[in-house]
């Protein structure tokens, strides 16, 4: 029904930006809420931003608040996230998810992309 696949990751030093993109397949797009998740080795997926259909953020974590922004543009059926101020600590694989209902806990998603790698080196 939705299908999504992230790319844009890569290796950069710390204080670098990176934009990356989820591109989307599915005609109702525009209904879902899309969040961006991260997972490090040997960590939990944990929540980092989300946005509304309508391209409201409605929650970002503590950890990326002021350095992270994430974007829509529903005609090209894709969201972005706008890394800047990069640190060590964001090395992760990078997931979008899609689902209708506005959680930060995986479980509220239920599409995902195979992930995009950032590792930010210091």
């Known amino acids: 029904q939705v299908q999504l696949v992230e790319s844009g990751g890569g290796l950069v030093q710390a204080g670098d930006s990176l934009r990356l993109s989820c591109a989307a397949s599915g005609r109702t797009f525009s209904s879902y809420f899309v969040g961006w998740f991260r997972q490090a080795p040997g960590k939990e997926r944990e929540f980092v931003v989300r946005i509304s259909g309508s391209g409201i953020t409605t929650s970002t974590a503590d950890s990326v608040k002021g350095r992270f922004t994430i974007s829509r543009d529903n005609a090209k059926n894709t969201v972005y996230l706008q890394m800047n101020s990069l640190k060590p600590e964001d090395t992760a694989v990078y997931y979008c998810?899609?689902?209708?209902?506005?959680?930060?806990?995986?479980?509220?998603?239920?599409?995902w992309g195979q992930g995009t790698q950032v590792t930010v080196s210091s």
């Open positions: 998810a899609a689902g209708l209902k506005p959680g930060s806990s995986p479980r509220w998603y239920n599409y």
